[in-house]
């Protein structure tokens, strides 16, 4: 089947500090890799994705890269802020789950200033 | 652009009564998520539609849960009788096909739910 696993939280850093989270994953098939991001008192939004081996996926700083011989996407920022603080899902889909996500368990991030 | 609709936003229930979660997705999504989120269990898929047919209802937990989805603009989730193990922040999510390989779903603000 198709799993996700994630370091667990939760991770506190310094502002300015460089997150990294932990990201593996098993699939059936050759998946699609996601991070989503949930801000306190909100819903799940897109923070990033790849679709294939090698991709490199980009946003607001964040970066993760498609490594399929280490079934891995982990997550990387240079230098957090405290807005950044919030917790962080690794996901993946495959093409026959149709729209179907599997998450990870989240890993909660606190930035302190 | 309207996001996905999602109410109430916050619900306080007694033991035992009937609870009706409701969700609009984005206009011409045909997928619909129902999650549910709670600290000790994480984040759940209790069930999901396409084109306003249940495909996987696995995870709902009992029969006290039962989700609708009579048209592609709304959706329903009913909990019949409450109970405080319910208490939990109810996510509702939609996306399109053809967004693959990207599938990416879109969420709404979620309804925090308790049971006393």
């Known amino acids: 089947g198709n799993s996700v696993t994630q370091m667990e939280g939760p991770v506190t850093l310094s502002e300015e500090a460089f997150l990294t989270i932990n990201c593996t994953y098993t699939?059936?098939?050759?998946?699609?890799l996601f991070w989503y991001v949930q801000y306190p008192g909100e819903g799940l939004q897109l923070l990033l994705k790849?679709?294939?081996?090698?991709d490199k996926g980009s946003n607001k700083g964040f970066e993760a890269t498609y490594r399929k011989e280490t079934t891995s996407f982990h997550l990387e920022k240079g230098s957090v802020q405290v807005s950044d603080s919030a917790v962080y899902f690794c996901?993946?889909?495959?093409?026959?789950?149709?729209?179907?996500?599997?998450f990870g368990g989240g890993t909660r991030v606190l930035v302190k200033p | 652009d309207a996001g996905v609709i999602q109410s109430p936003r916050h619900e306080v229930t007694e033991m035992g009564q009937e609870v009706t979660l409701r969700c609009k997705p984005i206009?011409?999504?045909?997928?619909l998520f129902w999650y549910r989120q709670t600290m000790m269990r994480g984040l759940e898929l209790l069930i999901y539609?396409?084109?306003?047919?249940?495909?996987?209802d696995s995870g709902m937990p009992e029969d006290r849960f039962s989700a609708k989805m009579p048209n592609a603009s709304f959706s329903t989730l009913k909990i019949q009788p409450s109970e405080p193990r319910d208490s939990a922040v109810y996510f509702c999510?939609?996306?399109?096909?053809?967004?693959?390989?990207?599938?990416?779903?879109?969420f709404g603000p979620g309804t925090r739910l308790t049971v006393l």
């Open positions: 206009s011409g999504h045909d997928y």
């Open positions: 699939a059936t098939g050759y998946p699609s």
């Open positions: 996901a993946l889909s495959v093409r026959a789950a149709g729209n179907k996500l599997t």
């Open positions: 790849a679709t294939k081996a090698d």
């Open positions: 999510a939609s996306s399109i096909t053809g967004g693959h390989p990207y599938n990416e779903q879109f």
């Open positions: 539609f396409n084109n306003n047919v249940p495909i996987d």
